[in-house]
């Protein structure tokens, strides 16, 4: 019989599944996971908050270069070519892929695909920071709820 | 002076899963099978260039799983300063698009200074092109971004034996 929806560990188990049969995830998170630190539990979350924050950073970047009467593609390759490196490091698969689709369009120049396949890796973005701060809060509640199962233990 | 991210290397204790982790993908019990495949005899340097904090960090910790000291610069000029400067590594581990220097011209002129070590291009995959560029500077192996256990376990595996 399957374990309890309940719990906090089997719950996380299952998103994680979901994420990967949705395509949001793919192998590289996996990777992630097997790189938690026993010395930091927190490893994961943090790693999770700095993609987040640099991949904001990118993002924005690319807007203001798509946004010029001369759009710098120079720029936009440039800084997509590092966010597809932090998002294939992260395990995002879709927004990877998203990612890959606007290259072809920054390379050939052209400004309509580029807006229009941009919008799209800011949608992925939008589903995979959601989906990295789920995972971030139940490891979080996780991490706190045997931290507290840890101080009632007898010495 | 270099803006370096230095790191002490750690053996880490890996331990048993806990039920944090408990992942019923085969994919992740592979992964960590990979991470206690190897237990490396000698101590290896690696100096990791990079721009992106997200694929430095994992480089980092992927390496130190291993045991491996780590260095890490975030620009090609710091690159080529340090390796001026006759600091050693069995690994160098490099990025295409860096600032001041691109990866591709910090591999040709860490050549040109008679480094010789394991040069990794590790980068995000942008075509054929860009592969065969690299691998025209010298370097031992190109990966395509993220530097994965399954690339990084037999190219340890050599260094350790040499």
Redesign the interface.
Known sequence: MAASSTDPTQQLNDYIRTMHDQGILDDNFDQLLALRREQNPRFINELISMFTNDAEAYIAEITNALSLIEVNFSTIISKLHQLKGSTSGIGGHRMYQACCELRVAADDGDKDRCDELFLRVKEEFNTLKQCLDSISQMRSNIISNGTRSRRRRPL | MFNLRKSMALT????EA????????G??ER??Q??IEIVLRSRLTALMVD?????W??KQ??LR?YGVQTLGVDNGRDAIDLIASDAAFNLIII???LPVLNGLEVTRQICEIGMRCKMLAV??Y?GESERQAFLATSVDVFI???L??EHLVPILRELDRQ
């Open positions: 880490l204790p890996l331990g806990s039920d944090q982790d408990k992942w019923d993908n994919g992740l992964k960590r990979l991470l721009g992106d904090t997200t694929c960090v994992l910790e992927l799983s990025e295409k698009i980068t995000a942008s395509e971004k993220p994965d256990l």
